[in-house]
Each structure stands twice: as C-alpha cells, then as structure tokens.
C-alpha cells in the first residue's frame, strides 16, 4: 500500500511539473484573439486620431445674425466644441468629425431643411423662406455629413435674402488661422 501511495504521490509531482512548465513557456493565445491584438498599432489606428483644428460658422435667421454667447453653448463636447472667448469659432479635436457631429452637441436641431432653436423657434423651408447653408462661400445642399476641415466657414441662413445680402452675411463668417 505504501508503494501505490508514493507512485501515485510522484505521478502527481510530474504532473504538476509539467502544467507549469508548459504554462510558463508556452502561453497560449486564443487564435480569435491572436489576429486582432497582433500590435497595439492595428488597434490604435481604427480610433480616430485626435486632431486640432478650427473652423468658423455664423447663423442667420430673417437678416438676424444668431448669437452663442450664452454658457448653455459652449464646451458641450471633448471632440467638438465652442468657447466662450469666440463662440462663433469651432475647435474640432477629433478626426472625422461632421457639421452634424458638432451641431448635435448644441441645444437646438438643425436639419437641411429646417432650424429649431433653444428656444423652439422654428425656420422650415416652405412659404416664409428658404433654409440654406454655404460653405466657404459655396451653395451646399449636404454639408451636414460633410467632416469639418481646418479653415472651413459656414454659413447657415433661413429667410429671403437675395444674393448681394447673402454675400453678406458670408463675409460675416469670421475667418480663423489655420494650422
């Protein structure tokens, strides 16, 4: 009996022995897992990289230039945003970022065709005029879904103006350095 226990107590000790031997030097990886980690690189480059860039936009609504001096506009987002000191000057922080990313983060809805202030004023394309927006300078139907570039300027603006007064109200966009 005192044989039996003391083989059975070695075959444990060289079972042990090995579990850990081959713990220890030969770790095994998941393959589901070993494809997408290979390097912290390939994980790191599907998030978008941080950027810094600046843009400027001005709204109009009936020949009334829109301002966002007010605190419940500025800082509403760590990717996009406003400041105080500027409010009319968008600081974008993450690549990839849309008109409509940035507009989202503010207190009011805007679509392409209609305004809906903080106020819940409302400014729809139909019989009282016409819902537009300009980006540096151009007519553009689909800017919403368009990434915000360093430099970009745009102008929204809801009313009847002619194109002289939409000139206008384009040169009030103010300008920013670009880096």
């Known amino acids: 009996m ?18 850990i031997f081959f713990s220890k030097n030969h770790t095994h990886t998941p393959p589901a897992l070993s494809k997408k980690s290979t390097s912290v690189e390939t994980v790191e480059s599907l998030a978008a990289p941080m950027r810094n860039t600046s ?27 406003i400041e105080a000191s500027d409010p009319n000057i968008i600081q974008v ?8 990313d940035f507009f989202s983060t503010l207190p009011f809805k805007l679509t392409p065709e209609c305004l809906t202030t903080g106020s819940k004023e ?19 139907s689909n800017v919403l879904d368009q990434e915000i570039k ?7 603006t809801f009313g009847t103006e002619s194109k002289n007064e939409i000139e206008e109200q384009i040169d009030r966009v103010p300008q920013v ?3």
């Open 55 to 81: 843009a400027s936009f001005a709204i109009f609504t009936n020949r009334t230039f829109r301002v966002f001096t007010s605190a419940m506009y500025h800082q509403r987002s760590q990717d996009v945003y």
């Open 122 to 140: 409302r400014f729809c394309t139909g019989n009282r005029g016409i819902l537009q927006f300009y980006l540096n300078g151009l007519k553009k």
């Open 2 to 19: 005192k044989k039996i226990l003391i083989i059975f107590v070695v075959l444990l000790m060289l079972s042990v022995s090995t579990f």
């Open 93 to 100: 922080k993450k690549s990839g970022t849309t008109w409509n």
């Open 177 to 179: 350095m670009t880096r």
């Open 150 to 156: 360093d430099g970009d300027k745009l102008l929204v």
